[in-house]
């Protein structure tokens, strides 16, 4: 098998099998960067088995670019500890490569000091508590480059076959190319072609120190994300012209959670954004797999709703959505507000744009506010009931009667507005609503009231003043005003338009085809709740107008201005 047959580089060296230890470093050097007695049996235990080559765990090129306690190739103070580790690789005959990296913003504020993170930008890694780097001037570029260059330099003299300079995994290599990491508007930034200038650069030095004998290595790392756009983009002529590149720049450079399934066997694309949303089982398999075996727990929701895109039929909108899914180890209840959308490609469906926001916390706090709101409700009525039987029990002689009911009357209006507002979780409601809840026990007959305004909102405290004073307004009408006679009637009507600048309601309740009205003899609580309680709510004035055959109330505010209140009243 080929495996087994050896095999030769450009330069000479040659491996006698196919096969090469893997960089593995174990953060236990010496603090000065020599490799310990340990770290040294350690290599050579696994060198032992006969491979064809052996990595060794990289080694750092500058004393600020220390990801962990490993060995260092900085100073000629290394070389012995070098040929140590060269010798130890070579226990069955292998070839020796030595690993190089600088940590960039990565490296070890612990071993370093925070204030020696240095990146091609000043952009911090998205690992949980990473500090933000300083960006390295085009000096600091080019001493780099030279470091890994004197890196290599004492790796020829401590007799490696060969060096590898670490361009994976997010060091500071890997950063120079990451359009996330280098924001860098020089020769080192920009285009990815720019962007890989430094990766570049620092072949050449490492090469130029090794010369063309021995071997120079670049470990890079291809992102899963580029394997799955690779995958998605089969025929690149088709992907690079299509309107899948568009919609995939959009997915990657979009902070909301974003998704994509691509052709008949959707394969799968998706933003960073999204991956929050998934639970580390499912990435990074996720990316570039199939949609159907990917999803098979919620096929049944999802798969219908894809196919109802693939086949043509539009866009789904699905709002607060229960699909449970499996993160973290268990089957959650997830609510999702999503849209699946058809990308079009060539006059058909070539795949699904999906726009999701996982809405389980907004949704849990609603249902937890509605659980308050009902026990709210039920204490509410409980106390409403308290005060109406001890009323009742207070009142019991036949005289008081007149006022027991009057009382049981405004008790049952604060019920029912109270009622209209645990719908609208207490914050405002309807203004239509609030008039049509306080008219309920005197709509014996259509056609007594005429109510009409534009739609419009009041907050709780003027909804539970406007019922107060409707159902007063209502009992007065029913005994002395327009709904006493047979041919009385009721107009409410509100307007609500901008005056100087500002919004001035104006709320208007006349009677028509009543009795003649005088004004009251004495104040009672009817009239004080009308002109002092409406008007404190509403930051406005009222004015009442007695006389026949019209009997008005009307309101007045300007919404954004408490100043100035105006009361007069007619009847
Ligand atoms: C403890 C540990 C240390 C590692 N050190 C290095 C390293 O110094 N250089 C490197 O390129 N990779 C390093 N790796 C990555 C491994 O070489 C290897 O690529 C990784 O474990 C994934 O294995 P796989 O490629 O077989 O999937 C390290 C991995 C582990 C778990």
């Known amino acids: ?56 765990s990289a080694a750092y090129v500058e004393q600020d670019g220390r990801s962990w306690q490993g060995i260092g190739a900085t100073h000629e103070g290394h070389l012995c500890s070098l040929q140590r580790l060269a010798e130890a690789m070579r226990t069955a005959g292998g070839l020796a490569i030595l690993q190089i990296y600088d940590g960039g913003r990565i490296a070890k504020p612990e071993l370093i000091g925070e204030q020696c993170l240095h990146a091609p930008s000043a952009v911090a890694s998205l690992r949980p508590g990473a500090k933000t780097p300083r960006a390295m001037t085009a000096n600091e570029v080019g001493s780099l480059i030279a470091s890994f260059r004197e890196a290599a330099s004492l790796a020829r003299k401590a007799g490696f076959d060969g060096v590898e300079i670490h361009g994976a995994n997010h060091y500071a290599v890997h950063q120079f190319f990451s359009p996330r990491a280098n924001h860098r508007v020089d020769n080192w930034g920009g285009t990815l072609s720019k962007r890989m200038n430094f990766p570049l650069a620092v072949a050449q030095a490492v090469r130029d120190a090794l010369g063309p004998k021995l071997i120079t290595g670049l470990a890079l790392r291809v992102p899963r994300r580029c394997a799955a756009v690779a995958e998605l983009a089969r025929a690149p002529s088709e992907f690079l012209s299509s309107v899948l590149a568009i919609t995939v ?82 089957r959650e209840n997830v609510w999702w507000t999503y849209s699946f959308g058809p990308i079009d490609f060539e006059g058909k469906v070539g795949g699904v744009l999906v726009v999701c926001r996982d809405v389980t916390s907004e949704h849990m706090a609603r249902e937890a506010l509605n659980l308050i709101n009902e026990e709210l409700k039920h204490r509410v009525k409980n106390t409403l009931t308290v005060l109406g039987a001890v009323a009742t029990q207070t009142f019991r002689d036949i005289s008081s009667k007149a006022d027991l009911e009057k009382y049981q009357g405004r008790l049952a209006a604060f019920g029912r507005a109270q009622d209209l507002l645990t719908a609208a979780n207490w914050a405002a409601a309807p203004l239509q609503d609030v008039i049509s809840t306080a008219l309920i026990p005197y709509r014996t007959d259509n056609g007594r009231f005429t109510v009409s305004g534009p739609p419009l909102i009041v907050k709780s405290r003027q909804a539970l003043a406007l019922s107060l004073a409707i159902h007063e307004l209502a009992t007065n009408a029913l005994k002395y005003g327009a709904l006493s006679v047979a041919g009385g009637h009721v107009s409410i009507t509100w307007t609500s338009e901008d005056q ?72």
């Open 249 to 330: 720049r959009l997915v990657l450079t979009s902070r909301h959670p974003m998704f994509i399934w691509w052709g008949p066997e959707l394969i799968q694309f998706y933003n960073d954004a999204y991956r929050e949303t998934m639970g580390p089982e499912r990435h990074p398999s996720a990316l570039g797999a199939r949609g159907r075996g990917c999803w098979d727990e919620i096929w049944d929701i999802i798969g219908p709703q894809i196919d109802y895109v693939m086949a043509g039929n539009g866009a789904t909108w699905h709002e607060d959505q229960l699909v449970p899914v499996t993160r973290h180890g268990r």
């Open 500 to 571: 100087e600048g500002e919004p001035k309601f104006v709320f208007v309740w006349r009677e028509f085809g009543g009795p003649p009205a005088s004004e009251p003899a004495a104040v009672g609580f009817g009239s004080r709740l009308i002109s002092r309680v409406l008007q404190d709510d509403f930051g406005g004035s009222v004015e009442v107008k007695y006389g026949s055959p019209v009997r008005t109330v009307e309101r007045t505010r300007r919404a954004r201005s408490r100043s100035e209140p105006r009361v007069s009243r007619r009847r």
């Open 1 to 56: 098998m080929v495996v087994w047959s050896p095999f030769r580089f450009n330069s000479g060296r040659e491996m006698a099998n196919r096969f090469a230890i893997a960089p593995l470093t174990t953060d236990s050097s010496h603090e000065d960067g020599t490799a310990t007695k340990n770290e040294l049996e350690f290599v050579r235990r696994r060198a032992a088995s006969g491979f064809g080559a052996t990595i060794s």
